[in-house]
């Protein structure tokens, strides 16, 4: 029983020790977090000017080399002195707050980076930042009043921009990535200098306020060829009459119809749909007893209906309405192609 204690003993003695330990190598300092992980952590008197961060750091102590593997929580926290930072390769996490209120104006994240913390940049002086495509989430109020930020690139990677992420930016546009599923509360409020925005057809929930007293916005893209059921209040404070919304090609009808959406200025039917809007829209079923082929699209303007064999041999076409059914009883029984605006879908006919 001695030697159980003695042994339990040691151990948590030696993982506290681990735990613990923090030392600085090239006036950086670093906290460990394993037998070969370290992060950056604060110090005392804070950080100033271009800090420049290795792969490796050394604790002289031991003589021991760990991996950077991360920018730990409030590690810059109101180093208001610090203009920039270099993050190395190595780096797969920042942690929450971790230059909250920092001095730097630019930053390159690498694309190693998997975790961006809660309020990691927020009150920092950044003026553009490019987020890397290995992040799939922009947590909330992660930029939260970056007044002096007026550009960001989102990758094709993030599919959610989490709440309060972008409040009080200085923000000009912003074109949302079509891999975005959501866009959660108050994500964009008060970005009084945003006049352009774009959604894509990806996004199926747009939080309350998300877009409320952005007072200069001008100009809407929502790739959704039915309307987004959204709360008054995603636009709360934003003069809808002096915003233009541009929809889908087919889809006007719909938007002024729908709550919010009709309340727009100008409601423009010109964007192209997408292929994978277009797809989901379409709906093609043959009906034996009538020999027709009845053709759904979902309120879509379409003009056309061509016909094909298997091997892609065009035989003829139709004009088409929203919602429309084909005789199609000159046809022998068999396998068909159907092509409307460039979207193919089969169907037999028996």
Not at 45 to 68: L, W
Not at 110 to 119: A, D, Q
Not at 219 to 248: C, D, E, K, R
Request: include cysteine; hydrophobic fraction near 40%.
């Amino acid at each position: 029983m001695k030697k159980t204690r003695l042994l339990l003993t040691t151990f948590l003695t030696t993982t506290i020790a681990i735990a613990q330990t923090t030392f600085v190598d090239n006036n950086i300092q670093y906290k460990v977090l394993n037998a070969t992980d370290v992060e950056v952590t604060s110090k005392t008197g804070g950080y100033t000017g271009s800090v420049t961060i290795t792969t490796t750091a050394t604790d002289s102590n031991t003589n021991t080399t760990y991996d950077v593997t991360a920018i730990g929580e409030r590690a810059f926290l109101s180093n208001t002195a610090v203009t920039a930072v270099s993050i190395p390769n190595s780096v797969t996490t920042i942690g929450a707050n971790a230059f909250n209120s920092a001095g730097l104006t630019t930053i390159t994240i690498p694309n190693s980076v998997t975790t961006i913390g809660f309020g990691a940049f927020s009150h920092s002086s950044l003026t553009s930042v490019s987020i890397p495509n290995s992040v799939t989430t922009i947590e909330g109020r992660t930029f939260l009043s970056c007044n002096n930020l007026t550009a960001v690139s989102i990758p094709d990677s993030v599919t959610s921009i989490g709440a309060y992420a972008f409040v009080l930016t200085g923000l000009t546009s912003i074109d949302i990535p079509s891999s975005v599923t959501t866009i959660e509360v108050s994500a964009f409020e008060r970005c009084d200098k945003l006049t352009t925005v774009s959604i894509p057809d990806s996004v199926t929930s747009i939080g309350d306020g998300s877009f409320r007293n952005c007072t200069s916005l001008a100009t809407v893209y929502v790739a959704h060829t039915m309307p987004l059921t959204i709360m008054a209040n995603v636009f709360l404070s934003v003069t809808l009459g002096n915003v233009a919304l541009n929809v889908p090609t087919g889809s006007k009808a719909a938007y002024e119809a729908a709550a919010v959406w009709q309340d727009f200025g100008t409601i423009n039917a010109t964007l192209s749909l997408s292929p994978t809007a277009l797809a989901a829209a379409l709906s093609v079923r043959y009906l034996p007893n009538q020999q027709l082929l009845h053709i759904e699209t979902n309120g879509i303007a379409m003009q056309e209906v061509q016909f094909y064999d298997v091997t892609g041999r065009g035989l003829f076409s139709k004009a088409l309405s929203t919602k429309k059914t084909i005789d199609v009883s000159s046809l022998q029984t068999g396998v068909y192609v159907v092509k409307i605006g460039g979207i193919a879908k089969k169907f037999v006919k028996y």
